[in-house]
């Protein structure tokens, strides 16, 4: 009930738990997600907006999980993922550019290198797939 209405969501919690909640929502709602996380020297940012969803990504929450809380991140890097959230958000709202929608940006604040990789969709994601509603 939280999402429904909303044109866009953007999700940068330190929970998995929460990060699936909020997909599952987006999903079922059609509503895109700009995703960011970060921990330590790295951070990644995606951009759901169906098929894949955040669940294909990421389907359960990991069991050695590594939160910002138990080891730290550099204060920096929440604000270079947190403008390029920003930047993906603005160009959803406008069409301008092309998005990552279906990719993830991972960005290496070490050795400043970023890549970007294709998330494929999960024919059995229950979030998104097989004969399931919301997804794409």
Do not use: N
């Not at 699936?20 to 987006?26: R, Y």
């Amino acid at each position: 009930d939280l999402i429904e209405g909303f044109d866009l969501v953007l999700d940068g919690t330190d929970d998995f738990a929460t990060r699936l909640a909020v997909s599952d929502a987006c999903t079922a709602t059609g509503t895109p997600l700009v995703s960011g996380a970060i921990g330590r020297w790295t951070g990644q940012v995606g951009v759901f907006t169906g098929r894949p969803c955040y669940r294909c990504l990421v389907p359960e929450i990991p069991p050695e999980v590594e939160t910002c809380q138990a080891v730290g991140v550099i204060g920096a890097l929440a604000g270079v993922i947190g403008a390029m959230m920003a930047l993906e958000a603005i160009k959803l709202v406008t069409g301008a550019g092309e998005s990552l929608a279906g990719r993830l940006l991972v960005y290496d604040a070490l050795s400043a290198v970023t890549r970007t990789v294709r998330v494929a969709p999960d024919p059995h994601c229950p979030s998104c797939g097989g004969d399931q509603t919301g997804g794409v």
